[in-house]
């Protein structure tokens, strides 16, 4: 099993910005995916970014390019997300995911074996 824990979460307001971090623990793996996904106020939970067990590639949902960065401590065994220039429309619940070697898609939640508990962001205009 992998345990996750996000942190960092907090209250914002437009244009600012904050850094959430995932912590893996248990039989956690650095070939594994690591993603973050988000779920607002009466909607589906949807894809944020992504990184590869290497580091070495990125994903991001269309919405955040530009604004938001993942990256990875493998040695740390964390993933982080740098949330810059933040909208009212980022205000979330935010979850870190893992995943194994997979053939789906990164973007579907249900590709991914673990999850954390979720952090929320809240973006006040």
């Known amino acids: 099993q992998v345990q996750l824990v996000e942190s960092g979460g907090g209250l914002v307001q437009t244009g600012e910005s904050l850094r959430l971090s995932c912590t893996a623990s248990g039989r956690t793996s650095s070939t594994y995916t690591m993603g973050w996904f988000r779920q607002g106020p009466g909607k589906e939970r949807e894809f944020v970014a992504a990184?590869?067990?290497?580091?070495?590639?990125?994903f991001y949902t269309n919405s955040v390019k530009g604004r938001f960065t993942i990256s990875r401590d493998n040695a740390k065994t964390t993933v982080s997300l740098q949330m810059n220039s933040l909208k009212p429309e980022d205000t979330a619940v935010y979850y870190c995911a893992a995943r194994r070697i997979s053939p789906l898609s990164i973007v579907i939640p249900t590709a991914y074996d673990y999850w954390g508990q979720g952090t929320q962001v809240t973006v006040s205009s």
């Open positions: 990184i590869t067990g290497s580091g070495g590639v990125t």
